[in-house]
């Protein structure tokens, strides 16, 4: 009789993975406000988390969760088609759509499930993709189920995309070019406007993956309000899970494109609707978005404050990075901040390239300026002894 091979596959990887010192483990956390946390009994403080403006523990989104509950259940029960839509999903859309000024939105059960839904749907095996190298995981896995060419350009490079396009773009059908607004493990911000020039130039179309975008920068609408002169995106992604504080991902763009989402967008007709609770908490979440200035201000000028004490380059997201390049230099400051009483993400292939292992340092709207400063410190003196 055959080995079983799935065994000795999975066995044979998992001693791979830990030789290279990229071994992961799910934790047990409590999350409790002002960002402390209890992980294995022990209290700390988390930089590690994407809920930029603590709206996941924000007291009116906990309450409008309750009454949807109560009102309504806790589950959806089947797909929006099957079953129809709770009304809160049409108010979700519909405010989502006047933050985002765009004519339609669909909110899917994630932002990961709408990356591979709708890449997939719209392109295929005839069609061109050129994707920014350091995209997210589901962008690159909706672009692998598409099955249409994927070509990869240099991060952030308006030429090498130029290159790209001036080199396929002919050879192919439809053509999306596909990008991330703020780089979730870099933090930095995408050259929209440059991209937007050059999809027209050479008829392609543009897809924003704005996951670490919406609430935090710019007006709090998203990265592309940065620019002077609005980007021309046709597909928006942008997820309810980080700035939003609750659970989610949507998509904007044109009612015919929405509609043919609807229509034939797998992760979007295949799947249970969200829980009510969940949309509840999304709508509450965006009207305090709309009006809390100052609140969507924070996470980026903790992040600059933080830079400057450590001496690194000004921010322009909430996002720092703290690249060391080995993996095992990395997991030992992460453990040696964790002995201090701080939580950061030591982020490693194959999340990162190779030789780009790195702390992920996640400001927050409630951060202290104390815990900000000693977090700083611990590991400016750490950087110091490395050199
Ligand atoms: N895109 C980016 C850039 C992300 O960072 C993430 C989540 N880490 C996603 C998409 C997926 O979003 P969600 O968590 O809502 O599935």
Redesign the pocket.
Known sequence: MQSNKINSYVNKKLKEISRNNQLRKIHDVQRKPKNQIVINGKNSISFSC?DYLGLSLNRSVIKAAEVATKKFGVGAGASRLVTGNNYLYSLLENKIKKIKKTSACCVFG??????IGVISSLMNKKDLILIDEL??A??FLGSKLSGAFVIQFKHNNVEDLEKQLYKFRNKYNKCLILT?GV??MDGDISPQDDISVLKKKYSASFML?D??GLGVIGDGTGSNSLFKKKPDIDIY?G????AVGS???FICGKKNLINFIINRCRSQIYTTGLPPSVLAASIKSLEIIKSNKSLIKKPLESAIFFSKIVGLETPVSPIVPIVLGDENKTLNLSRYLNRNGYLVGAIRPPTVPKGTSRLRVAFNSSHTKFQIKNLANLIKNKLKIYG
């Open positions: 994407n994630s932002g990961f499930l709408a990356n995209s997210h589901s962008t991330e780089f979730s993956d996951a670490h992604l997820t309810l899970s980080k659970y989610g991902g």
